[in-house]
């Protein structure tokens, strides 16, 4: 496993750890200007902008270790956060991204996955229109983290609680 990567969702005090992280890509990238918004006077510098950033996280999630039951909770929850379209935290070995969607969940479960499941969450940098409109570089500011300060544990009441608002049952 590559490392452990948390989703924090500050709007409700929730940090969901994911131990069994096979791989985390990163991505930045650039829109570059085209000749009709050249002529339109877009906000583009040096003939490009910046597009939301994007983190894709390889995971395995089981029961192991854990509270019989615990991945299906995992999955309902990340399945709740995309629904709600919560803004998150995604805390990484390497950078912590802040507004972040969750854009595309995928898990499955099949033979290597029988007490638990697998699969790819993608995170995507929340810009809002007006500051992508304002903004000269609508770039998103990398914060370095030494540590990923206090962690709070997500009971099962509390993941209950989550998935009860959000509707899941």
């Not at 919560?86 to 972040?100: D, E, F, G, Q």
């Not at 995507?124 to 500011?141: G, I, L």
Request: contains cysteine; proline residues 3%.
């Amino acid at each position: 496993m590559t490392s452990s990567v948390s989703v924090q969702l500050p709007s409700y005090g929730y940090v969901y750890t994911f131990s069994g992280v096979i791989s985390i890509q990163h991505e930045f990238s650039l829109k570059i200007q085209t000749e009709s918004e050249s002529a339109s006077g877009s906000d583009y510098v040096n003939g490009a902008r910046n597009k939301p950033d994007k983190i894709i996280l390889s995971i395995i999630e089981t029961d192991v270790g854990h509270v019989i039951g615990w991945s299906d909770q995992m999955l309902q929850a990340m399945e709740a956060i995309k629904r709600t379209r919560t803004l998150c935290n995604v805390i990484t070995p390497a950078k912590t991204y802040s507004a972040m969607l969750l854009s595309e969940f995928v898990a499955t479960v099949d033979e290597s996955s029988q007490s638990g499941w697998k699969g790819t969450l993608t995170f995507v940098q929340y810009v809002p229109p007006a500051v992508q409109e304002k903004t000269a570089d609508n770039a998103s500011t990398a914060v370095h983290t030494g540590s990923t300060g206090t962690v709070q544990t997500v009971s099962g009441t509390s993941l209950q609680n989550l998935l009860d608002r959000a509707g899941v049952r």
